[in-house]
């Protein structure tokens, strides 16, 4: 699709609408995969009671290691989803190109993700039911990856080559507002303290009060969510059905898929490079929010209003840092807005080894989380400009398996220095190492496009 021949007006109401999407998808991303819901699932509301009763005794030692399985079953989930991500979102993004159903699977998928979303309210806190909150969990980020692959190929489809840049910048910039406003309303409405409930609505909460507050949050992000998400739907067109692109079924999808990736590493090995760098500066990006929720609380000793606080402030930096690097991207180009900032988050990173109280905590938490943004809006411009037109969404679909592929590696290296040192703090080291190892394979990459031949050219 040639965005160059659409009016700039169309063409800017078009992507105003696919930013919406970016908005409300913070519904997912800060409420249930970061600061809400997989808390609440980690927590002693999913303990015995009895064990919970004796904490502080000689139980302590039991309520922690009961807590500690809790995340572990929080991690598997995420991490079962990653690996099904791995094996099958390429092909997702693949038959979507050229067949004129971009558009509609991003629909079908987000969809799904909404309709986990709302089934959360049915995980009450009884021990048991964490499996059915993990399980949700766990095809609530399969569906959303499925969702994202074809959101983002359809950034070739609202911007020009031009202005890629802060459109994408954009975009993201609206999902960290979107996650600012959103968190904001549900502090308000459901989860800070208020007299004997939980926000204005005086929900009740903990295990007496069967964490409504928690599960109505929810609930309403998941109508947030399908809200801001129907803009793109009603306002972007389909993407045109390409007669010369031959439908073929799953098994030689991945036929397909195996010459694609061979043809990228002998005719672009540096584009194969930046799929493999992306991957890791990536999944360090994910561990700055993950994990510096966990830091704030265990290290600094954060109440859990006090997270929530934190985040809508690093939704706050962050999206001033991406709508700055969505601008730095057209001038500059996005590989020097991702260097710079992979930098600045490896300085910021590990100056919190050696920072005390939480007002240090603040100054360097939101000094990481404003670099995140931008590293995370140039990387998607960067896989857009190297793709050729029609292939939009396979790439974007290596884009994603790539990612999901080392996904491990933080998480690992957080808990590696975790049990070694004995002390949550140098948790941060396993992020920063994964930041500086994407930003060192980033060094020979270049922003070229890269030409695909199809693979059952002759």
């Known amino acids: 699709m040639d965005t160059n021949q659409v009016d700039p007006k169309t063409l800017r109401s078009r992507a105003i609408a696919w930013a919406w999407w970016d908005w409300g998808s913070a519904a997912f991303n800060a409420v249930v995969t970061t600061f809400i819901f997989s808390t609440y699932l980690a927590s002693n509301l999913f303990v015995d009671p009895n064990i919970v009763a004796a904490a502080?005794?000689?139980?302590?030692?039991?309520?922690?290691?009961?807590l500690a399985d809790n995340a572990a079953i929080v991690a598997w989930a995420i991490a079962i989803a990653g690996v099904l991500v791995a094996l099958i979102a390429p092909i997702v993004g693949q038959r979507s190109d050229g067949g004129g159903r971009r558009k509609f699977w991003m629909a079908v998928n987000t969809f799904i993700v909404v309709a986990t979303m709302a089934a959360m309210f049915f995980v009450t806190p009884v021990p048991e039911y964490i499996w059915v909150g993990a399980g949700l969990l766990a095809a609530g980020n399969l569906f959303f990856e499925f969702a994202g692959v074809n959101y983002n190929a359809m950034l070739h489809q609202v911007s020009t080559k031009e202005n890629m840049g802060r459109v994408s910048g954009f975009g993201w910039g609206m999902g960290y507002v979107g996650g600012i406003v959103l968190l904001a309303l549900l502090m308000v409405l459901f989860i800070f303290p208020i007299g004997g409930g939980h926000g204005v609505l005086g929900m009740p909460f903990g295990v007496e009060g069967g964490a409504l507050d928690v599960r109505v949050a929810v609930l309403f992000s998941a109508v947030w969510f399908l809200v801001f998400?129907?803009?793109v739907l009603f306002k972007v067109p389909e993407l045109p059905v390409d007669p010369s692109r031959k439908r073929v079924g799953v098994i030689q999808s991945y036929v397909v898929l195996g010459k694609t990736i061979w043809r990228i590493g002998r005719t672009a090995p540096k584009t194969l490079l930046f799929l493999i760098a992306s991957a890791v500066f990536r999944d360090g990006?994910?561990?700055?929010?993950?994990?510096g929720a966990i830091i704030a609380a265990q290290v600094f000793g954060f109440s859990s209003t006090e997270v929530i606080l934190f985040a809508i402030a690093a939704n706050v930096t962050a999206g001033i840092g991406t709508f700055v690097g969505g601008w730095a991207d057209d001038r500059l180009g996005p590989k020097p807005v991702i260097m710079v900032s992979l930098l600045a988050l490896a300085v910021s990173g590990m100056g919190v080894l050696f920072i005390d109280t939480k007002n240090m905590f603040w100054v360097f938490g939101l000094a990481l989380a404003t670099f995140v943004g931008p590293v995370q809006s140039a990387s998607r411009s960067f896989m857009a400009r190297i793709t050729p037109d029609g292939r939009e969404g396979e790439m974007f679909g290596l884009y994603a398996t790539t990612g999901r592929s080392v996904s491990f590696l933080t998480a690992t290296l957080f808990g590696v220095f975790v049990t070694t040192?004995?002390?949550?703090?140098?948790?941060?080291?396993?992020?920063?190492?994964?930041l500086v190892a994407g930003l060192l394979l980033m060094i020979p990459v270049n922003a070229k496009p890269v030409h695909i031949q199809d693979p059952d050219a002759r």
């Open 56 to 66: 502080g005794e000689e139980g302590s030692s039991a309520l922690t290691k009961a």
């Open 229 to 231: 998400a129907l803009p």
């Open 285 to 291: 990006l994910s561990g700055v929010f993950t994990f």
């Open 421 to 434: 040192m004995g002390d949550t703090r140098y948790g941060i080291l396993g992020i920063v190492i994964v």
